[in-house]
């Protein structure tokens, strides 16, 4: 009887589920999946008529202690135009403080076509005792999405963040 299917398989298996996690990460950035948005470098050069309305929402774990607010509510541009918006942080403790943002966009759908050429969410933010800080976002929406068929009649889009203490995250359980 062969005893390597009995070990290869188990390790095999062993072996995906430690990849699994950065392999969907990257699957959900490829993809835009989840409400993931993409990173590009520069907006197009194809500006379209069509507008479309992006909602900001600000959240914070309980664990940062942050006021973290949209310093707009929502903006309105045309698709392919790049917009620049930006979000402030209070941080309402006396002493320094490290966050990081997590994000997606609503509806899921759209996550591929949203796209954020500059954006606090892309490394940690360390935030002093009583500081306040602007948090730019520079972002554009793909002219692609006026092929969807799924999305031919979205005219809103919502772009969520929320930010999580460092410390918390990277403490082990």
């Known amino acids: 009887m062969r005893v390597w299917p009995f070990i290869a398989i188990p390790l095999g298996m062993l072996m995906l589920s430690y990849a699994a996690v950065p392999l ?4 959900c950035k490829a993809t835009g999946f989840g409400g993931t948005t993409m990173v590009a470098e520069k907006a197009p050069d194809t500006i379209s008529d069509q507008i479309m309305t992006v909602n900001f ?27 620049l918006t930006a979000f402030r942080v209070k941080n309402q403790s ?5 966050g990081h943002a997590v994000y997606n966009v609503t509806p899921q ?27 730019p976002v520079s972002f554009f929406i ?23 203490s460092y410390e918390s995250a990277n403490q082990p359980k």
């Open 57 to 83: 929402n600000a959240d914070t774990d309980p664990n940062l202690p942050w006021k973290f607010t949209a310093l707009e509510r929502r903006v309105s541009l045309r698709i392919g135009e790049q917009k």
């Open 109 to 135: 759908e759209a996550g591929k076509y949203f796209n954020k050429i500059q954006c606090f969410c892309f490394e940690e933010q360390t935030v002093g005792p009583n500081e306040s800080v602007n948090m």
């Open 142 to 164: 793909d002219p692609a999405i006026l092929e969807d068929a799924d999305l031919k009649d979205l005219r809103n889009i919502t772009l969520s963040y929320t930010f999580f």
């Open 24 to 27: 969907y990460d990257l699957f």
């Open 94 to 98: 006396g002493t320094s403080t490290r």
